[in-house]
């Protein structure tokens, strides 16, 4: 799986976490603003179990802003 698709991915889990949210308007639409910090230890390829995290940072509701951390892991690494 190429590496911005794995962002994107890592952008969707992220807003699908925030529409979880106390705050979070049903159906409201997150936009992803940028990345910082982006490292590959190796490729993920066909076969592999692609494991993502995410942990909101910051949340505020009455703006809808998030700033949240991401990873990926394959065999736990």
């Known amino acids: 799986m190429p590496g911005v698709m794995q962002i994107e991915a890592l952008a969707q889990l992220a807003g699908i976490v ?3 949210m106390e705050g979070s ?10 990345i910082d910090g982006v490292k590959w230890k190796k490729p993920v390829i066909p076969g ?3 494991v993502m995290e ?3 940072k910051s ?3 009455r703006f809808g ?6 990873k990926g892991y ?3 690494k």
Do not use: M, R
């Open 18 to 20: 925030c529409l979880q």
């Open 25 to 34: 308007t049903p159906g409201a639409v997150f936009f992803f603003a940028g």
């Open 48 to 50: 592999d179990q692609l």
């Open 54 to 56: 995410v942990e909101i």
């Open 59 to 61: 949340w505020k509701p």
């Open 65 to 70: 802003i998030a700033k949240a951390s991401g």
């Open 74 to 76: 394959v065999d736990g």
